[in-house]
């Protein structure tokens, strides 16, 4: 255990469903990411919080909307996913922002779209 | 942009014997930091060693090591006396020191098989 809880751990959803991800950390950190690991690609970096403020958005399209109410929690709400959509998504936290930070990750949420 | 490669998608080893994985990065910045996370087959992506590239000395953690050659830019890892429990996907990972956002660059990843 890294001190940062997924839930659920498995998700399947069609393509009109509204379902959202939880993410919470006790490790008392600041920062929280949202990752999406898909088969035979290396993870990709979706969002970035910290202190509760988006800093970073990489691309990603509206149909995934984050949520980050305060430090210790973030969500990953999903609306009208397509099936490439299906990954699992991790989340991950760490002190702060800065390049020295260590991030710890959850087990992930494996998402798949029908 | 930053890049990770992994040559090895998939390696094996014995019990008790010793491997190699391998990482090379590809990079402009002098400062910066380099990561090794396992993720066994519960997903759970854990830390196994951290590197600053500021530091000659190559990171060790119990049977972990790394072999850092900056100049190279490779990060290989070795484990030693390697145990059932080491089967994973071993991923190497590459942070800038840019003070605006904490941005890991993964790997694609190795698959480490451990065999009796």
């Known amino acids: 255990e890294t001190g940062v809880t997924q839930t659920p751990r498995h998700l399947v959803m069609g393509m009109t469903n509204k379902k959202s991800l939880k993410c919470e950390q006790h490790l008392g950190h600041n920062a929280m990411y949202w990752y999406k690991q898909s088969a035979k690609k290396p993870l990709e970096l979706m969002f970035v919080?910290?202190?509760?403020?988006?800093?970073e958005n990489n691309s990603v399209p509206s149909r995934f909307s984050p949520e980050c109410p305060n430090s210790s929690h973030l969500f990953l709400h999903l609306h009208t996913l397509q099936p490439e959509d299906s990954a699992l998504y991790l989340c991950?936290?760490?002190?702060?922002?800065?390049?020295?930070?260590?991030?710890?990750f959850g087990p992930g949420t494996r998402l798949l779209v029908l | 942009a930053q890049t990770v490669t992994q040559s090895q998608p998939e390696m094996s080893v014995q019990e008790a014997e010793t491997v190699t994985l391998s990482c090379t990065y590809d990079?402009?910045?002098?400062?910066?930091?380099l990561f090794w996370y396992k993720q066994p087959p519960s997903r759970q992506m854990i830390l196994v060693i951290r590197q600053e590239a500021y530091k000659q000395q190559n990171a060790t953690e119990n049977r972990f090591s790394v072999n850092f050659q900056k100049a190279a830019k490779s990060f290989s890892l070795k484990i030693s006396d390697s145990q059932l429990g080491d089967a994973a996907m071993y991923f190497c990972a590459y942070q800038d020191l840019d003070g605006t956002a904490s941005k890991l660059t993964f790997g694609t990843g190795t698959r480490l098989q451990v065999t009796l």
């Open positions: 919080y910290n202190f509760k403020e988006q800093t």
């Open positions: 990079t402009s910045e002098s400062d910066y930091y």
């Open positions: 991950a936290s760490s002190h702060g922002t800065s390049g020295e930070e260590t991030q710890y």
